[in-house]
């Protein structure tokens, strides 16, 4: 069989209509079809993905491959599709990023132009216009590639596979996704241990995708709080110094310098974002925006961000304090 320049990793999970658009933008590339194939790896799905690719696969212009198995988490199916790939090159993409038609054009040119295997490269990812105009969506931006404008090379913590590319080699011999049930930043993870391996991760603002997933602030919030329960993927094996303070958890496991770096900044937001303000201000005011427009006008990227973020930081302190939470 033919070996590809680039495979395209698709982990995917109870995405089918989602899943569907992303594999047929995936059929207007301006690179040609003959010089990369797609694995959609499906962890378990009980919806109707397994039909949706059968049925794409019998006119796909490029090689499209299907592989499932029970449900075992993001890691571990993502693990599936990189030891499965044919190319070089992999590129993991999300089953709900809809590639632009240059997309996979700008990843292969880049890595022909740093042949180097520690070189990796991140596309950025915006928010799909596509998607329902809603006020939550309006205001919620998941991914914030705007703290990225301007550069070129990026932290290794920035590897966030919905839309990131690297030799194949260079990730079987250094490492893959630590496996776990649940969402628990393992893109990170891997992203920190690739750095310490050499890697190295730039930025082209030119390969660039499109999120298209309908969301709202329950289904947030519910996804925050478990990468907050799961959190301990993280700090457990990233220097807790760095990483607490990166993602605004107070604790005094990152040590006493950067606790009182942050409590000006964490004191103004416990003010605003607590168990009270939360549950009886922002979580009401935020689901009335959709009906009422003098709702609407309290709503913005900060206290979106504010209340989702409450979750995340409110998962990390149940899991330490109560083992046994039942997670919600």
Known sequence: MKKRSMSVVIATFNRCETLKTTLLKLRSQSLSCALFDVLVIDDGSNDETSAV???????????????????????????????????????????????????????????????????????????????????????????????????????????FACNISLKRHFLLENGLFIERQGAAHEDIELGFRLGEKGMHLFYNESAIAYHYHEENLEGACRRAYERGWNFDLLSENIPKG???????????EAGIKECFKMLPREFFRSILFNRITVSKIWIPVITASESNKWAALLVNSFSMRGTVNYHLRQGFYDKRNEPTTTRI
């Open 53 to 159: 690719v059968v049925e794409l696969q019998r006119d796909s212009p490029y090689d499209l491959t299907y592989l499932r198995h029970e449900n075992r988490g993001p890691g571990y199916t993502q693990n599936c599709g990189i030891k499965s790939a044919k190319g070089h090159l992999v590129l993991l993409l999300a089953d709900d990023i809809h590639a632009s038609p240059q997309l996979l054009d700008e990843h292969l040119k880049f890595h022909k132009e740093h042949p180097e295997e520690n070189i990796a490269l991140l596309g950025k990812v915006i928010q799909s216009s596509d998607l329902p105009q809603t006020v939550f969506h309006q205001n919620w931006n998941p991914f914030r590639y705007d703290r990225l404008a301007g550069k070129t090379e990026l932290e290794s913590t920035c590897f």
């Open 242 to 252: 760095y990483i607490l303070p990166k993602y605004s958890i107070l604790s005094l």
